[in-house]
T-cell receptor, first 111, second 116 residues
Framework: SQQGEEDPQALSIQEGENATMNCSYK?????LQWYRQNSGRGLVHLIL?????REKHSGRLRVTLDTSKKSSSLLITASRAADTASYFC???????????FGKGTLLTVNP | NAGVMQNPRHLVRRRGQEARLRCSPM?????VYWYRQLPEEGLKFMVY????????ESGMPKERFSAEFPKEGPSILRIQQVVRGDSAAYFC??????????????FGPGTRLTVT
């Protein structure tokens, strides 16, 4: 699998439910970032977690990082229809600038 | 503070023509990155520039593609003699100078290039 690969590829839930997306990567990283992309739009930065951090919160978002398993998860609590988007994790290769993105998880939140 | 601006948002070119994509970074940002996104794919790094310098172009195709970030004006991604396989969304991102503490990249809305 490529660096920064998200799982599942698609997720459909009801409004109010929680959504969990996972990301796996292969090589050592300095940090891992999560982005959201609405259909046909640019990417919106959600959260950055450094390699020495294990968990981070931002509003309804919770990100975890397990460097021993080379994996991260993004939890969106109390989802809303407006959360419908593709979610990407991005890792850097140690350069602190060259981000590698996965193919993303398409989240659909049904009202 | 305006975000990263890209223009045009949509660009249609016939095979063999040239495509010029522009990116104006966020105010105060001196680092610019270009990424390409093919349909159903994640973004792929192309090039990293600072003012008047190409820092890393390891993701750029060897031929027909070039990028610049002049002292004045926007960053330009130039694709000469476009082919159908160049059809993609091209995203520009910017970040503040190193040492400011953040490695977050802020993305523009992208330019969707269609080659007919």
């Amino acid at each position: 699998s490529q660096q920064g690969e998200e799982d599942p590829q698609a997720l459909s839930i009801q409004e109010g439910e929680n959504a969990t997306m996972n990301c796996s990567y292969k090589t050592s990283i300095n940090n891992l970032q999560w982005y959201r992309q609405n259909s046909g739009r640019g990417l919106v930065h959600l959260i950055l977690i450094r390699s020495n951090e294990r968990e981070k919160h931002s509003g309804r978002l919770r990100v975890t990082l397990d460097t021993s398993k080379k994996s991260s998860s993004l939890l969106i609590t109390a989802s809303r229809a407006a959360d419908t988007a593709s979610y990407f994790c991005a890792t850097d290769d140690g350069s602190n600038y060259k981000l590698t993105f996965g193919k993303g998880t398409l989240l659909t939140v049904n009202p | 503070n305006a975000g990263v601006m890209q223009n045009p948002r949509h660009l249609v070119r016939r095979r063999g023509q040239e495509a010029r994509l522009r990116c104006s970074p966020m105010k105060g940002h001196s680092h610019v990155y270009w990424y390409r996104q093919l349909p159903e794919e994640g973004l792929k790094f192309m090039v990293y520039l600072q003012k008047e310098n190409i820092i890393d172009e390891s993701g750029m195709p060897k031929e027909r593609f070039s990028a610049e970030f002049p002292k004045e004006g926007p960053s330009i991604l130039r694709i000469q003699q476009v082919v159908r396989g160049d059809s993609a969304a091209y995203f520009c991102a910017s970040s503040p100078p190193r040492g400011v503490g953040s490695y977050e990249q802020y993305f523009g809305p992208g330019t969707r290039l269609t080659v007919t």
